[in-house]
């Protein structure tokens, strides 16, 4: 059995992957998809302080918790964000690092500084005028939203902290070690907001690159697909 924990993205929180638990089930494998501080569930908890350093200090104190080892751990979108934090902090209890269509970031690196100009430009702009200076609505998602999504979305998908895109991530490069995938949905945005985080991964050498003919949220529109995948990684 192998442990994978799945870090959600933006305006999002871990009900997101709720098609993939029976997958990994029948696998025979645990998947663990927290929710991090001011989303989901945990929306009661959401306040101007929220940033990127509590959402990856949320995720080490699952690995804590649950006395974690071995594990695979995913960032999706936002999420590579939290994850590449996390491999930082607690890179001997990771056999390997997945980001699916995720934000990768250099050290001190905020979202912002990964996101294209016309991206970075409406998150600020809607910050300004519709989240009183410290939210982001989820208006300002990446339009990626086929009927699957859209359906299960409804009413779920909240705003972000925007401390959560300024933070910057700073990184000592214990993580650097851990073997490493990103994959690149190519089935882009208008903004294909990834693309340049897809294109640092596949400058790096060490790294793994897969392409998937998928939209941005895989785990919801190709679950199946996307498992087969997570699998081959994991014991490859």
Excluded at 51 to 69: G, K, T
Excluded at 145 to 166: K, V
Excluded at 177 to 204: E, M, Q, W
């Amino acid at each position: 059995m192998t442990t994978f924990v799945a870090v959600h993205g933006a305006w999002s929180a871990g009900w997101a992957w709720h098609k993939m638990h029976a997958l990994f089930a029948a696998g025979g494998h645990r998947l663990i998809t927290p929710t991090c501080t001011g989303l989901g569930e945990r929306s009661h908890l959401v306040s101007p302080q929220v940033d990127l350093n509590l959402h990856i200090e949320d995720i080490i104190r699952v690995f804590e918790s649950e006395n974690l080892q071995d594990v695979v751990l995913i960032g999706h979108s936002y999420g590579g964000m939290v994850v590449t934090g996390v491999a930082d902090r607690v890179s001997a209890h990771i056999r390997k690092l997945v980001y699916v269509d995720a934000l990768l970031p250099f050290n001190g690196e905020c979202a912002l500084d990964v996101l294209p100009e016309s991206h970075k430009a409406g998150i600020m702009r809607d910050v300004h005028e519709n989240g009183h200076g410290w939210l982001i609505s989820a208006s300002q998602m990446p339009p990626d939203t086929p009927e699957e999504d859209r359906q299960l979305a409804i009413g779920r998908r909240i705003a972000q902290p925007f401390r959560t895109f300024s933070t910057p991530v700073h990184l000592t490069g214990r993580g650097a070690a851990i073997p490493t995938t990103y994959i690149y949905c190519t089935h882009v945005n208008a903004f294909d907001s990834f693309g340049l985080s897809a294109s640092r991964a596949r400058g790096k050498e060490a790294w793994q690159y897969i392409e998937m003919a998928a939209s941005h949220n895989p785990h919801i529109t190709v679950p199946h697909e996307l498992a087969r995948l997570l699998f081959s990684i994991a014991l490859n």
